[in-house]
């Protein structure tokens, strides 16, 4: 075993981007109701179904030492999937609602 002397500049910018996902993806609405958290679920489901693809194209057509950076990419391509379907689920109830 040996300390290694790198630039931590990688690994602490990954953690923030990550960490930063992770909070904007958890964080409460203004109004929470049951609507929200019916799309919230639905968002959640949408993620992880692209999520899974996500990882299905990486598994197939990246090889070696890309498929370690497709598999960083993932850490935060879940959250990310799961902050737009849900704002986009939102945005389209918002807009149902006041067309009714």
């Known amino acids: ?3 290694v002397k790198n630039n931590l500049g990688e690994e602490l910018t990954g953690f923030f981007i990550v960490t930063g996902l992770f909070f904007i993806a958890f964080a409460r609405e203004a109004e929470e109701s049951e609507i929200t958290k019916m799309l919230r679920l639905k968002a959640f489901f949408l993620a992880a179904y692209l999520n899974f693809f996500f990882l299905l194209i990486a598994l197939f057509f990246t090889f070696g030492f890309a498929f370690v950076y ?3 990419v993932n850490m935060g391509f879940g959250l990310l999937a799961f902050i737009v379907s849900f704002r986009i689920l939102r945005w389209l109830n918002q807009s149902k609602e006041t067309n009714q």
């Open 1 to 3: 075993m040996e300390i």
């Open 70 to 72: 497709a598999l960083m």
